[in-house]
């Protein structure tokens, strides 16, 4: 038997609604200097204002950064206050930023475990740009892809138990509803930076057909250029969500 690929004029430049990015390699990067891991982390936000920048400037509609996991609570405690402190930090200096450039912030996680000092710049920044018009900007902050499923079991069996809803009814979409993430399209394209090529419990439902690149580059590394990288390999790239690609003959 032999397979041949399907003969098909490439489409023209593929549409990129959502870029998401899972910025991995602060600590490494740190280390490598003889630094403590906490200084990746810092010079890691000049990388996340570069893309920022970047995305806003060439039209990308949404762009979702992981900034920290359900699982980072695992870290030293001093880590994770660094990491805390510069998220407020960031969000506080770079305030008229986002408003200049029409930027709106989201945010994508369960911010009540967050002390109330983070906890309350996310939700004033959201408040703030909620009329702005550019770039949709996505913290996934204390996020996990199989919280944001186990949610949505919870919110759809309480409907059912409710009376609202019929096991049997429940479709794929319907399901989809009830997930925090449902207000944004799936992404289209994941960066993993640092050389690691795993999800690390990010997007889990709605990556089922995101397309990833992994780069080798340690985020604080992940310049303009590097972005550009992966924005050509998402080109090249042939998206058939399941459709066939091969052809026998
Ligand atoms: C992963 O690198 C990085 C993080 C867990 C934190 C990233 C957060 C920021 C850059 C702050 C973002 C700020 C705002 C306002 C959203 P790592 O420490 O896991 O790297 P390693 O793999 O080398 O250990």
Known sequence: MV?????????????????????????????????????????????????????????????????????????????????????????????????????????????????????????????????????????????GGRQEIIQAVRAISRAVKEGQMEIDNITEDHFYSYMSSSVFPPPDLIIRTGAVSRLSNFYLWTAAYSEIYVSDVLWPDFNEAELKKALHFYTQTSRRFGAASLERK
């Not at 039209?59 to 992981?66: E, K, M, N, Q, S």
Request: hydrophobic share 40%; proline share 4%; glycine share 6%.
């Open 3 to 143: 397979y041949v690929k399907k003969k098909e004029a490439r489409p023209a430049p593929l549409p990129l609604q959502h870029l998401a990015v899972i910025m991995d390699g602060n600590g490494r990067w740190a280390e490598k200097k003889g630094w403590p891991r906490y200084f990746g982390h810092f010079r890691g936000v000049k990388s996340l204002r570069q893309m920022v920048k970047s995305c806003s400037r060439w039209g990308i509609p949404y762009l979702t950064v992981f900034a920290f996991s359900t699982e980072n609570w695992k870290r030293s405690s001093i880590e994770v206050s660094v990491i805390m402190k510069l998220m407020s930090r960031s969000l506080t200096r770079y305030q008229q930023e986002l408003d200049r450039n029409q930027i709106r912030l989201h945010v994508l996680g369960n911010l009540e475990e967050l002390a109330p000092s983070v906890r309350n710049i996310f939700n004033e920044m959201v408040e703030r740009t909620k009329n702005n018009t550019g770039l949709k900007l996505i913290v996934a902050v204390n996020y």
